[in-house]
């Protein structure tokens, strides 16, 4: 059997301040490091036979505090959504700089890209091809983004991606799941995040 846990990367300022950041590569800040620590104590006793992060800091930044010393590989179609112009700005800045389209993409991600931004059938399918790639037995870690987690998610439960918005995913939460073929069963969602404000 194989044994997924996803992660959400810890905060960074950009987290805080309420900005887009997808392929921004913001570093963690003090609440991020914070976060990860808290994590560390979650995952602490737990053996991985793998350890991927995305390609971007903030997830590398978190595996490396959350998991000393562990052989950390990258995959950078681990990373999370591409939001183009969006990136690195806040909601209220994108709504004037592109009108209603940025609610329309929230309503239905599928029939609208963010302006020189990532199709979400290109996400999707990159997302899809590394959960191919994994083997059929073991136990891995994945430290990723909230957007990959939402979309593995997404594809588990068979429902469109804009549905599992409805589930809050944390910074440093774990979710778990055993996969089989065809298929997974999701042993939680965002188990062990940290309080709000305890980081």
Known sequence: MLRLTLVRHGSTEWN????FQGWGDPPLSARGRAEAGHLRGTLRGERFDRVVTSGLVRARQTA???????ALASDERLREMNFGAWDGLTWDECAARDGDLIRRWVDDP?????????????????IAAALA???????????VHAGVIHAILARWMDVPLRRTFAL???ACGVTRAEL???GARIACVNEAAPRAGAA
């Open 16 to 19: 805080e301040t309420g900005r």
């Open 133 to 143: 790639a994994l083997p059929a037995q073991g136990d891995h870690l994945w430290v």
């Open 64 to 70: 490396e505090i959350a998991l000393p010393g562990a």
């Open 168 to 170: 809050h995913i944390s």
């Open 180 to 182: 089989f073929e065809g």
């Open 110 to 126: 599928s029939a609208v890209t963010p302006p020189g931004g990532e199709k979400l059938a290109v996400f999707d399918a990159r």
